[in-house]
């Protein structure tokens, strides 16, 4: 989903993007609020269409705060994100890795939630400000078709905001209050795998209610709706699923260490190695990556073949691959679990990455092949 998207903005150095769903989801949204705003409004229906597009994307700012209030949080614990992406379903804030304890699982979750519950504080005070009445029921139903614009779209605010908020607690993965939910149960158990399968059993639950209510709506006459809904139950249901899978996969896998995995005896290279002969050999053995290393197999660096075939371009075949050699850290430990590798950025951005004993001396190269055959070997043991 998010490999397509196009970008909207930045916010504090996150990209904000959207896929092209996204568009159909905004003209339906701005078609179905204008006939709204017309009923609720005594306006004319430039009024109604003017106070509904400001609806809409008000409404899809409320979900990228909301997504910036895990994005902030997760950054704070030290998770890397990679964008906050909105789409057919609402939005997502795409992160590096998981969350490493139960309780930075908890701040991450529950700060999405918080962030909107403001913004229908918010919403709901500024209501109440404009209104005469302050019946902050009319208002917010705009049972009072005599309102205003600024308050039919501070009502609106109030009540999606307020339904999302709501909608977000249901204690089902992949929603919020089904990450919540983990947290808590990883905090008792001590058990995070566990934990997760607790909570997408509850996701799937929650997906199979919803999918029956959308077909029920659909066979009611109001098949819009009944689609909708639907088609979020089938989405949560496989999100929730794929919980479950993963948890079991994981639950398989628990001892499995970098050592394992490895390639004892990988291509490398020494650090007087020119780019030319490095050139040559990256290309014979098909790799993008070579441990530097010394006489005593020391580990030393790795190198990149795009480096090494710049340095060739630029007129330098005889340059030491030494003076070439990355300063990002991409080794790990032979006894680091399967876990802390699949986190590894160098394995995701590289494909592969080194395992270096306590003393420095290279033990071996981990590939995403060597890993993916791994966790296939295991997946297919039995049924998941």
Not at 3 to 10: C, M, N, T
Not at 158 to 165: C, D, E, M, S, T
Request: hydrophobic fraction near 50%; avoid cysteine.
């Amino acid at each position: 989903m998010g490999g397509g998207s196009i970008q909207l903005a930045r916010v504090l150095g996150i990209r904000v993007g959207v896929s092209p769903s996204w568009f159909f989801v905004l003209f339906l949204m701005i078609y179905s609020l204008s006939g709204y705003f017309d009923d609720v409004l005594s306006g004319s229906r430039n009024t109604a269409y003017a106070v509904a597009v400001a609806g809409a994307v008000l409404f899809f700012a409320s979900i990228v705060l909301h997504e910036l209030g895990h994005a902030i949080v997760a950054r704070r614990n030290g998770i890397g994100i990679a964008g906050i992406d909105l789409w057919f379903f609402g939005g997502i804030a795409k992160m590096e890795r998981e969350a490493d304890s139960p309780g930075e699982e908890f701040r991450v979750a529950a700060a999405g939630p918080a962030v909107t519950l403001v913004i229908a504080g918010l919403s709901l005070a500024g209501a109440a400000a404009l209104s005469e009445t302050h019946d902050f029921f009319d208002i917010a139903t705009l049972g009072d078709t005599s309102a205003s614009p600024g308050l039919a779209l501070l009502g609106w605010l109030f009540l999606i905001n307020g339904v999302l908020f709501v909608f977000n607690l249901i204690p089902a993965f992949p929603l919020d209050g089904g990450r919540i939910a983990r947290a808590i149960a990883w905090k008792i158990t001590g058990d995070r795998n566990r934990a997760t399968k607790v909570s997408g059993r509850l996701g799937q639950g929650f997906a199979y209610l919803l999918t029956g209510y959308g077909i029920f709506l659909a066979f009611s006459g109001d098949a819009v709706d009944g689609i909708w809904f639907a088609l979020m139950g089938m989405f949560l249901g496989q999100a929730a699923r794929g919980a479950v899978v993963s948890s079991q996969v994981s639950e398989r896998i628990e001892g499995v260490t970098v050592a394992d995995l490895m390639d004892p005896d990988p291509f490398t290279v020494s650090a007087a190695t020119t780019a030319l002969e490095a050139q040559e050999s990256l290309t014979k053995h098909g790799v993008a990556f070579a441990p530097i290393v010394d006489e005593y197999r020391r580990y030393l660096g790795y190198i990149r073949a795009e480096r090494v075939d710049g340095a060739v371009e630029a007129g330098q075949p005889v340059l030491p691959v030494g003076e070439l050699a990355d300063t990002e850290d991409a080794s790990l430990p032979p006894d680091a679990p399967l876990g802390t590798l699949l986190g590894a950025p160098a394995l995701a951005g590289m494909g592969a990455i080194a395992v270096v004993e306590p003393g420095g001396r290279l033990a071996g190269v981990v590939t995403v092949a060597r890993v993916r055959q791994a966790i296939a070997a295991v997946a297919s043991q039995r049924p998941l």
